[in-house]
């Protein structure tokens, strides 16, 4: 055991080693965004608890980017986005491709690479090639990410479905990625102005088709909106060192932190539960946790962080607050001013690790 | 006499109970929680907590060891109630298993790096 190493890596995953910004963009799929892959977002508009919280308009541009993609595409079965294997090998296959592209056309990407970060990369890369089949390492972390996404998408999908209305639940459905006419038996499939189904015949439009409507007529007035990705929300990687052999300091929390406009304490509660450890913060405010970590664990764990807490699921802007009212905290978003309850920190399940007279002896 | 304006009146009086009728407000019984802890040198834990009644844990972490070629145990927790611990990280298997055997996805929440 070569205790000196950041070996440990219990999932196995593999970063690009091209990726070296640690950009934590506001949706990783989003960001680079292919108009084929369906649904970009990873908004889940539900707390911990699995209340969701009606957000009310957030992703039309989303959705009628969908509709456009599978419009000239084959048409995505209703079915698709829930279980569609195929659609997500495919997914898969193209989502590095995609990181190259926005790597290198990177528009507004500072490069903010830590020398110590990089040298910690390339290390651990190293040692994974020796190890574990390239291939199938590479694409491992963009699979999870998926799936963590695609997994929001369906809570979205399940959670609104009970408690929404009807019009919203159509909405909803639809910017998950489904077919927007999944529940409408009568389809218009195109989004032209002029052709609208109720045209022809003498019923009345829908509430569905009018939205269509609108977002047709808006976007084909302002192109920008559909194409415009959002800006990219750099943050600088996490700097990790060793302290001795079991102990990792997290040393510029602190700066993330005022980077993201968080409390630290709240921060670390969060990394702490999802990693299920503890630690401490030590004189000059660094956060010293307990077993070994990995720079690129700590950035996926920030990055959960940030779409959990930080990021507006309804304007997707990072410009947020979280004040704390009755033991409840609330996210209000600067830019656009919606507010809503975000999920409580729960540690859960702690499992018995270590000698037990030890924490028999700490009670 | 009445006023009828000053009246007090309700709005939401025929509304019920809105926050009650729904199961699920505040509670965090519906997910599947995967977690992973770390322990000595590579070594890690995983746990599985919040596994519906329906399913039998017992068997489940038989079917878990087996699959997975590890060792594993049932824990009795006073607040989680049963949680399954495996050694090393099975979350993506977990998460796989459960999937193909029909829990949906929306309900497991995988956590940890």
Partial sequence: MASEEPLFDPSLKKKKPKKKTVAFSEDPLGADADPTTPAPDVIEDRTVDGESVDMGSKTMHEQLKQNDASADGEEEDPSAMFGDLKKKKKKKKEIPLDLDGDEGSGTSTPITTAPAATEDLDFSDLKKKKKSSKKKAAFDLDAFEKELQAESKKEDGDEEAEQDGEHLLNVDESELGENVFANTTEAPTGLDAGNEAWLKSDRDYTYQELLQRFYASLHASNPALLTSTGKRYVIVPPSLAREGNKKTIFTNITDICRRMHRQPEHVIQFLFSEMGTTGSVDGQGRLVIKGRFQQKQLENVLRRYIVEYVTCKTCKSFDTLLTKENRIFFMTCESCGSRRSVNPIKTGFQAQVGKRSKTKAAQ | ?113
Wanted: aromatic residues 8%.
């Fill in chain 2, 1 to 113: 006499m009445s006023v009828q304006n000053l009246n007090t009146f309700d709005p939401f009086a025929d509304e019920g109970d809105v926050l009650g009728s729904t199961k699920d407000v505040g509670s965090q019984q519906n997910y599947i929680h995967i977690r992973i802890q770390q322990r000595n040198g590579r070594k890690t834990l995983t746990t599985l907590q919040g596994l519906p009644k329906e399913y039998d844990a017992k068997k489940l972490l038989k079917a878990f060891k087996k699959e997975f070629a590890c060792n594993g145990t049932l824990v009795e927790d006073e607040e989680m109630g049963q949680v399954i611990q495996l050694q090393g990280d099975q979350r993506l298997k977990i998460s796989n298993f459960l999937t193909e055997e029909g829990i949906p996805k929306a309900t497991i929440k995988v956590h940890g790096f």
